[in-house]
């Protein structure tokens, strides 16, 4: 008799644990099948307006280890006051400085990069900038290139006594 009393707690105990679970699985079936919000893709910004002297420079052969630096000038033709940003050289081996403060229509402004080789062969490194136009972003990515050569050693020649 205890036994068969046993077998029905049992029993019991065990569907009220099935029941509990099977409530759980439909609450998390809910929750999947919920439909997103809307996801707006973030609009990219539009290319700079303004008018830069070179977009690219070639520094020829330099010398590694020796930093070198390059002025991007440029002449605000837009009808507003404009303003950098951000500069965000492509690598850790570029710095870059530029001007702070509002550039007004007709102005100039200038942005300067400045590359510090680790290593020997061809370059090519970017810089992009980020400006405020007609009250947008706008980005302009400019290039500088070259070849790094290593340092030249003197040859010390030993004199045979």
């Excluded at 910004?45 to 010398?63: A, R, V």
């Excluded at 930093?67 to 033709?77: C, I, L």
Aim: hydrophobic share 35%; with cysteine; charged share 25%.
């Amino acid at each position: 008799m205890k036994s068969i009393k046993l077998s029905i707690v049992a029993l019991f105990i065990a569907s009220a644990s099935f029941a509990q679970l099977k409530d759980a699985k439909i609450e998390t079936t809910k929750a999947i099948q919920v439909t997103p919000t809307e996801v707006k893709t973030p609009v990219a910004p539009k290319q700079s307006n303004i008018k830069w002297d070179q977009e690219m420079h070639d520094f020829g052969d330099i010398e590694k280890g020796k930093p070198v630096t390059y002025e991007f000038s440029f002449t605000n033709t837009t009808k507003e006051t404009i303003l950098i940003t951000n500069v965000r050289p492509a690598c850790g081996c570029t710095a870059a400085n530029y001007t702070k403060t509002p550039i007004k229509p007709g102005e100039k402004g200038m942005v300067a990069a400045t590359f510090n080789a680790a290593s020997g062969g061809q370059f090519q490194k970017s810089v992009t900038i980020t400006t405020t136009e007609n009250g947008a972003e706008a980005v302009k990515t400019l290039s500088f290139k070259g070849k790094v050569l290593e340092p030249a050693t003197e040859k010390k020649e030993e004199i045979k006594s």
